[in-house]
């Protein structure tokens, strides 16, 4: 392994209990009222993460409590662009964000729609984006911003790079030692490796890949 540093993010403020992880992370990527979040989750999550030392990146999706944000609703984009920026102000009054990452549907739309990838860039404040590879991430870079390429350490890869769609068999991985395996194989090709808080053992499973790629000399640090 050739990589000196890599990020650990997760995506947190969503579920009870979910900011324990900020005992391991490097950076948050907190819910900020689209599929999860209210002005009490996003004040204790900004507290929690500054107490932790730990960046805070805005985590809007879609305004789909019910779908938790994973259902795509095919909205124009620039309605989606407004309510995007709507969620990254909301969680702005409560502290600094340092970046956006998107959710669910809306992540993985910004990422192949060019035309909602604009208008999403051109209704941010923020200046920094994290997502996979794609029309967002290419965006940003054009705009000359900061950008960090993620790598997913609990969920399965398609061939073509994309992840396997939630609700399918295998889309979420649930052994540890495979969890391990893909965040050590995935350090070197992204500077920022997620863990969904709403995973079964994402406690555990951020301890051990935490642990595992400090044993193999990354040091895990904030990408901002």
């Known amino acids: 392994m050739r990589v ?28 900020c009222g689209g599929h999860a979040g209210d002005a009490r989750s996003m004040s204790e999550a900004m507290k929690a993460a500054a107490d932790h030392g730990v ?13 938790f944000g994973r259902v795509e609703r095919h909205e ?28 669910g549907a809306l992540y993985h739309r910004a990422n ?6 604009e208008a999403i860039l051109e209704a941010l404040a923020v200046r920094h984006v994290l997502a ?12 000359g911003w900061g950008t960090t390429e993620e790598g997913f350490c609990d969920r399965a890869y398609r061939d073509d790079g994309t992840l396997v ?4 068999p295998g889309a979420v991985l649930e052994d540890e030692a495979e969890v391990v395996r893909q965040a050590i194989h995935l350090a070197p090709c992204v500077g920022s490796l997620c863990l969904h808080g709403d995973t079964p053992g994402a406690l555990a499973f951020a ?15 904030p990408f901002t």
Do not use: C
């Open 76 to 103: 124009a984009p620039e309605v989606v662009a407004r309510q995007v920026a709507e969620q990254v102000e909301a969680l702005a009054s409560f502290g600094a964000v340092h970046y956006l990452k998107l959710h």
């Open 132 to 143: 996979q590879r794609g029309a967002l991430l290419s965006g940003a870079r054009e705009r």
């Open 112 to 117: 192949s729609d060019p035309a909602l990838a």
């Open 165 to 168: 769609p939630r609700g399918q």
């Open 4 to 31: 000196t540093a890599v990020d650990l993010n997760a995506d947190l403020g969503e579920i009870p209990g979910d900011l324990v992880l900020l005992e391991v992370v490097t950076s948050a990527n907190v819910a």
């Open 55 to 67: 960046r805070v990146g805005a985590h809007p999706s879609y305004l789909d409590r019910e779908g």
């Open 207 to 221: 301890r051990r890949v935490r642990a595992a790629l400090e044993e193999a000399g990354v040091e895990v640090r």
